[in-house]
């Protein structure tokens, strides 16, 4: 069965910093597009960044441009999301998608683009 796990979340002061994983089974892992998401309570699941199966480009979301980095693995089956100056804002339920292979990203891409999810991990900053 195709799995994604994330872990790295946690509970965060503001100004701190978490990375996120995602590792992958039970898939080919290269060239596939990737992405993350995050829900807080109340709200609807928002694209935070994504990274592309071809090219490996790198996409963010506007909140959280000049803080977080993507990165891929391809050797590990793992990707990442790690998160510097943390806002309270940013508190939220933190998703791993993988989408097809062969798929660049075309800015931050839209959940229904994705065919794999993990479970979430949870992300709080307080202030």
């Known amino acids: 069965a195709q799995v994604l796990v994330e872990s790295g979340g946690g509970l965060v002061q503001a100004g701190g910093s978490l990375n996120l994983s995602c590792t992958a089974s039970g898939l080919m892992f290269d060239a596939r597009k990737m992405a993350w998401f995050r829900q807080a309570p109340g709200q609807e699941r928002e694209g935070v960044s994504c990274i592309s199966g071809v090219d490996s480009s790198s996409h963010y979301a506007d909140s959280v441009k000049g803080r977080f980095t993507i990165s891929r693995d391809n050797a590990k089956n793992k990707f990442y999301l790690l998160m510097n100056s943390l806002e309270p804002e940013d508190s939220a339920t933190y998703y791993c998608?993988?989408?097809?292979?062969?798929?660049?990203?075309?800015?931050?891409?839209?959940?229904?683009?994705?065919?794999?999810w993990g479970r979430g991990t949870q992300v709080t900053v307080s202030s």
């Open positions: 998608a993988a989408a097809r292979r062969f798929e660049n990203c075309f800015g931050v891409a839209p959940s229904s683009d994705f065919n794999f």
